[in-house]
Nanobody, 122 residues
């Protein structure tokens, strides 16, 4: 069974860099056509897609967050990581990692982590 688990600090100070890791079990992040996403949900708001790293290691980001976002991976540990720089209280959200399958046809996000709340506050 595929499982994703987010981990990282629950509290980050303004202007610092938020860093979260998603550990995947039951599937390899290097398997063809799988994309590994970061998505967040601020309190009282909808889901916001942040970016993804592909099975090949290539990345794609939301245009609105691209200047502050970096996604990388450690295939040997089957983990991928989100870094969001220069955070503000507006970045307070529950952060999720999720898997997507895409081979030319979009199949949606089929597995999600439980999410982790990150609060940006001094």
């Amino acid at each position: 069974q595929v499982q994703l688990q987010e981990s990282g600090p629950g509290l980050v100070k303004p202007s610092q860099t938020l860093s979260l890791t998603c550990t995947v079990s039951g599937a390899s992040i290097a398997t063809d056509y799988y994309y590994w996403n970061w998505i967040r949900q601020p309190p009282g708001k909808g889901l916001e897609w942040m970016g993804a790293i592909a099975y090949s290691g290539s990345t794609v980001y939301s245009p609105s967050l691209k200047s502050r976002t970096s996604i990388s991976r450690d295939a040997s540990k089957n983990q991928f990581t989100l870094q969001l720089s220069s955070v503000t209280p507006g970045d307070t959200a529950v952060y999720y990692c999720a898997r997507e399958y895409y081979n030319g046809t979009y199949y949606g996000l089929d597995y999600w982590g439980k999410g982790t709340l990150v609060t940006v506050s001094s």
